[in-house]
């Protein structure tokens, strides 16, 4: 058999998810709500054990389906542990489909099973501890560009219930953070392709928090930083062997922030996941994909140099998660001011920029960059989109943080990981006495180390302030005789420009 290309995503036939506390079950509804006329005849007393078919896929893992309803449709059933399960509305007989379901519906019950979300009464004492966290969240990591609406309105009582969850079972509070992809390869905008001073300071940011958390709730939180690097690697023109060893230097470089800090925190306060640890996480999960047939290749917008394995889960990723296309170029094409739609001009604006300095476009003119920039953000659009359904689907009960900027009504939260003032140009490297990180929320884009380079400027009468520009910036400023210095890459906060301006003669 070649290999085969799924006509929908499994992502699409999600129904319902449900848990079982004893032999009716309890339903946990998340999906699509146009098939509740057909989960409600069909869960009659959570009859699916006795529908006509069961397989046992895995010793605890079950397959049971239907295909009894009025509409014809065919329904199927997972249940893992007899305790979490997933409900699905079957859209193809494809082969090679039911074994990807198969391998998809482990993955996402699994993860049910493993992070269980039982409604419950929340105490008064667990209320006030999340009220305590959403206060600290709020004043030390929370971006917001729109003037806090969305998050008075109803982001800080969506955060809270959230985080209530936690504190009612006096648990540690989980929170995802998809980022750190790995570092631009643009040298205009950063001056090194590993984590450096930019990235030290996001971690010490959230370890900061992390730190600060455990003074007001002993439990604390962890904080797991899901890289999406081989997502989008060759997009943006990153090998994928430097995207590994970009996520491998993160964590050298976290660990001894993590015993500074004096972290006790079970899980250290930071983990790190990226898509292999997603999508492979025991032997069960390599076992059901060995069954799965070979999937049709992905498209790779910008030459770069593919590592199978990382393929491999893009692949997966694309094939189980990804919107339609044409759903995604109406949206963007009739809707204007949907998310989607900005972030669609953010990545075309980013990959304009960008690939300016592969070798693939040196001799392209602007037109044609403009219009392969416009591509590539699509394909990011559609690829973004399913890690995020991925992640939420992966890490149910995780509270959602975000780098992209959002109201902030929920259910994401934006974060600022760079507490520092941003510059645009060398104009702007004046020492001031107010390091108002407030200048920031003036800007959609949320600022990230791995598309910017830290410096330290020096006035020459002892102040020193810690900024935030493209490394270009710096570079500017050098030639010009403003400032004299350089790159640090061995500076003790991780490498950084920095520079000390040069006095005007009198």
């Not at 900027?405 to 929920?410: E, I, T, Y």
């Amino acid at each position: 058999m070649g290999s085969f290309c799924p006509p929908t995503t499994i992502h699409s036939e999600i129904v319902t998810t449900f848990e079982r506390n004893d032999d009716t079950g309890v339903l946990h509804p998340s999906g699509a709500s146009e098939d509740e006329q057909y989960y409600e005849e069909l869960w009659a007393v959570a009859g699916y054990r006795d529908w006509p078919m069961k397989d046992d896929i895995l010793p605890t893992f079950h397959r049971y389906q239907h295909s009894a309803t009025a509409a014809g449709l065919r329904f199927i059933v997972y249940e893992l542990r007899g305790q979490y399960g997933i409900l699905l509305k079957a859209r193809t007989d494809q082969d090679g489909a039911q074994e990807l379901r198969d391998y998809t519906a482990y993955l996402l019950t699994k993860s049910g099973a493993d992070q269980p979300i039982r409604k419950v009464a929340f105490s008064s004492d667990a209320l006030m501890l999340a009220y305590r966290f959403t206060s600290l969240f709020e004043e030390r990591l929370l971006f917001d560009a729109f003037d806090l609406k969305g998050w008075k309105a109803t982001g800080r009582k969506l955060f809270m219930m959230k985080v209530a969850y936690y504190t009612n079972k006096r648990m540690m509070v989980d929170l995802a953070l998809p980022a750190f992809p790995c570092k631009t390869t643009n040298p205009e905008k950063a001056a090194s392709t590993m984590p450096d001073g930019a990235e030290y300071e996001a971690l010490t940011t959230l370890q900061s928090f992390i730190h600060d958390v455990e003074k007001i709730y002993k439990p604390g939180c962890c904080i797991s930083i899901v890289s999406d690097g081989h997502v989008f690697a060759d997009c943006q023109g990153t090998d994928d062997a430097l995207v590994t060893k970009y996520n491998e230097a993160l964590k050298v470089m976290h660990a001894p922030i993590q015993k500074k800090d004096g972290c006790t925190a079970e899980r250290g306060g930071i983990q790190f996941y990226n898509l292999d640890r997603l999508l492979f996480p025991d032997a069960q999960a390599s076992l059901l994909w060995a069954r799965v047939p070979t999937l049709q290749p992905i498209r790779h917008p910008v030459n770069t140099k593919i590592e199978e394995h990382d393929d491999l889960c893009r692949t997966i990723l694309v094939r189980t998660q990804a919107p339609p296309e044409e759903y995604l170029r109406d949206l963007i094409k009739t809707v204007p001011d949907h998310a989607i739609t900005a972030l669609y001009r953010g990545f075309s604006r980013f990959m304009f920029e960008d690939l300016a300095c592969s070798p693939d476009f040196k001799d392209a003119t602007t037109s044609q960059r403009k219009r392969a920039a416009e591509t590539v953000a699509f394909e990011m659009i559609q690829r973004n989109q399913s890690y995020s359904w991925l992640v939420e689907g992966l890490m149910p009960r995780y509270i959602r943080l975000s780098i992209h900027a959002h109201d902030n009504a929920g259910p994401k939260f934006a974060v600022r990981l760079m507490p520092f003032k941003p510059v645009s140009d060398s104009s702007g490297l004046v020492v001031t006495q107010e390091h108002a990180v407030a200048e920031s929320h003036s800007h959609l884009h949320v600022p990230t180390p791995w598309h910017n380079s830290l410096v330290d400027v020096h006035d020459g009468d002892g102040e020193v302030e810690t900024m935030l520009c493209k490394a270009k910036v710096v570079e500017d400023a050098l030639k010009e005789g403003k400032f004299t210095g350089e790159y640090v890459k061995d500076h003790e906060r991780g490498g950084r420009f920095v520079i000390t301006k040069v006095k005007e003669e009198e």
